[in-house]
């Protein structure tokens, strides 16, 4: 039982290059959620699924979209990165809403 | 909007308390606490429903006072292993938001 997974854990990016960032989870949770940390920010929601093949936008979505066609995965691509989305990018799962997150180990970006 | 945090830091010794406040300024549905450790991905601790009812952490215990939007944490008899950033997550009143909105954290340094 490996909870939540991420990949890659580390990534390096030039302005403009895209890229997809993939969550795995083995516990059968309906609810899937992609975080961003950023120094003194706290964790701002990006976007989130309460199902499969379900989507919806969070706090700064901005330059980010989202799919999740599997229940298990829940992917955040980044269509053209920009030096504003260096940050560190968790991913959570829960079973239903009123309960735990669960978060993988997270994903450190850099945009040069 | 994000829930607003104090202290943003606090240092404690082995075995003194500590009180961690959480503020909203919209009504309130729930709120959730977790902890961060350096380097590492948010941990869940407690779960605070209007209406009362709590789950989570058997150490740890929290109060939310649905009237003035407010929540504490409560960690008594400090150990080192309590040291880390906690962070509160609010969901507003209304039912269907299915997300959290995190204060910007606290730090909590537990020194010998």
């Known amino acids: 039982n490996a909870g939540v997974t991420q990949t890659p854990k580390f990534r390096v990016l030039k302005t403009g290059q895209s890229m997809t960032l993939l969550c795995a989870q083995d516990?059968?949770?309906?609810?899937m959620y992609w975080y961003r940390q950023d120094p003194g920010m706290g964790l701002r929601l990006i976007h989130y699924?309460?199902?499969?093949?379900?989507?919806a936008k969070g706090e700064v979505p901005d330059g980010y979209n989202v799919s999740r066609l599997k229940k298990q995965n829940f992917l955040l691509g980044l269509e053209s990165a920009a030096p504003s989305q260096t940050s560190v990018y968790f991913c959570?799962?829960?079973?239903?809403?009123?309960?735990?997150?669960?978060f993988g180990p997270g994903t450190r970006l850099t945009v040069t | 909007q994000q829930p607003v945090q104090s202290p943003q830091a606090v240092i404690l010794r082995e075995g003194e308390d500590a009180v961690i406040n959480c503020s909203s300024s919209?009504?309130?549905?729930?709120v959730h606490w977790y902890r961060q450790k350096h380097g590492e991905a948010p941990v869940f601790l407690m779960i605070?429903?209007?209406?009362?009812e709590q789950k989570g952490h058997e150490k740890i215990s929290a109060s939310f006072n649905e009237k003035k939007q407010q929540s504490s944490l409560y960690l008594t008899a400090s150990q080192l292993s309590y040291s880390g950033t906690y962070f509160c997550?609010?969901?507003?009143?209304?039912?269907?938001?299915?997300?959290?909105?995190f204060g910007k954290g606290t730090l909590l340094t537990v020194n010998p």
């Open positions: 997550g609010t969901e507003g009143s209304g039912g269907s938001n299915y997300k959290l909105t």
């Open positions: 699924s309460v199902g499969e093949g379900t989507t």
């Open positions: 605070l429903l209007k209406g009362g």
């Open positions: 959570a799962s829960s079973y239903e809403r009123l309960y735990e997150q669960y």
């Open positions: 516990m059968n949770h309906e609810y």
């Open positions: 919209k009504a309130l549905y729930s």
